[in-house]
């Protein structure tokens, strides 16, 4: 994520030193999310069948090698290359959280999943700030160094990392269903005993999916924020996420379990949404923002651990690429629905939709608290 995290700000100065525009940056982003709306999935099997191990470093291999083709890109073409590729073997997040589920029980598999996120967070705020400091020795270096870092990974996994799915607990299904899109997607949500979880975590992800690439245009719109204010912003939000996994989340879910903490940090989502849409003065957003970081942060890990817990061990991977396809559509869909409503209904209007999207995901968790069964 680290890696991540320096590409991610830096793609539009790439095309833009190719000649391109804002238009093809955005198409570029849409291409990513659709390829991994099939690589997802089929990857995902492929890790129940052969084990975690070498389809992860598969997909590290395939995510150097395309910062490597970003950072000696010389048109628009290899551009679209390497964010191809990177979109293809882009299943690192699934391939990992399915480990977690491997190597931890129900008693402690939220807490787990809780801490792989926190890392994830760390890489993400940290990549940017990084990112910006080696570009300004040009474009190249942060895409060599995301690439080192990435192949670094390759090389530790490898001697360090040991395999968590044991053969015994490994998928048996012929070959061919595995790269069966349409079969893995849609095995997973034929499941009824967790439909509306994935439900319920589709309605979560598509609350602020949008949000990242319109909060720009609406804290420059009401506050007059410039991009470098926007900037510190998303530190602060980093710290957020940071404080509430590192330190928050692992005594609340002691305390309260993770079926108390669904609900209540959706209703957390419902409140700091509304009132990032409330807001008429710029110091209004930080307490917002903080109230979103904790519902998501207590929210989205515990509901991940209680549906990896309603299948079997030889489904996970499975089932996390089910949750990237679902991630997938909502990076598809969720910006394309902000900015919508940010132009023709009020700049507030992203905002009150997550904030009902939050809502309709409470409503159907209320009808899907049920105690876990596993299909098998």
């Known amino acids: 994520m680290l890696g991540y995290g320096i590409m991610l700000p830096l793609l539009p100065f790439f095309v833009r030193a190719q000649d391109g525009n804002a238009a093809i940056a955005g198409g570029l982003m849409s291409m990513y999310a659709s390829i991994q709306l099939v690589s997802g999935p089929i990857l995902g099997a492929l890790s129940d069948r052969y084990g975690r191990k070498p ?4 997909c590290l291999l395939g995510t150097g090698t395309s910062y490597l083709l970003l950072g000696l890109a ?3 073409i290899v551009i679209f290359v390497a964010v191809f590729l990177d979109g293809l073997t882009g299943s690192n997040l699934t391939l990992a959280h399915a480990y977690v589920a491997d190597s931890t ?3 402690n598999r939220a807490k787990g999943i809780n801490y792989s996120q926190l890392a994830f967070g760390l890489g993400i705020m940290a990549g940017p700030i990084l990112g910006g400091l080696l570009s300004g020795y040009g474009l190249s270096l942060p895409a060599l160094v995301a690439s080192f870092i990435a192949f670094a990974n390759i090389a530790f996994g490898f001697f360090f990392l040991p395999e968590s799915l044991s053969p015994e607990h490994r998928e048996t299904k012929p070959i061919s269903q595995a790269f069966s899109w349409a079969g893995q997607f849609t095995s997973v949500f034929r499941q009824k005993n967790i439909q509306r979880f994935l439900i319920v975590l589709f309605l979560l992800n598509l609350a602020f999916a949008g949000l990242q690439t319109n909060f720009p245009l609406f804290s420059n719109a009401r506050f007059g924020w410039t991009p470098a204010q926007n900037s510190y912003f998303y530190l602060y939000v980093g710290l957020c996420g940071v404080i509430v996994q590192g330190l928050l989340f692992a005594k609340v879910q002691a305390r309260f379990g993770e079926r108390r903490l669904i609900p209540a ?3 957390f989502m419902v409140i700091g949404l509304a009132g990032m849409a409330f807001a008429r003065q710029s110091w209004m957003i930080f307490p917002a923002v903080a109230v979103v970081a904790l519902g998501t942060g207590i929210s989205i890990p515990s509901l991940t651990a209680l549906v990896s817990l ?10 996390m690429g089910g949750n990237q396809t679902l991630l997938a559509l909502t990076n598809i869909f969720g910006p394309t629905i902000a900015g919508i409503s940010f132009d023709i209904i009020d700049i507030s209007a992203p905002y009150w939709l997550g904030s009902l999207f939050a809502v309709l995901a409470v409503v159907i968790w209320t009808m899907s608290d049920r105690p876990p069964t596993i299909d098998c």
């Not at 389809?55 to 598969?58: D, K, R």
């Not at 309603?310 to 089932?319: A, H, I, K, P, T």
């Open 55 to 58: 389809i992860l470093l598969l």
């Open 310 to 319: 309603r299948v079997s061990d030889s489904e996970q991977g499975r089932l």
């Open 105 to 107: 029980n129900a008693e």
């Open 74 to 76: 010389n048109s628009l």
């Open 265 to 267: 940090g959706l209703a």
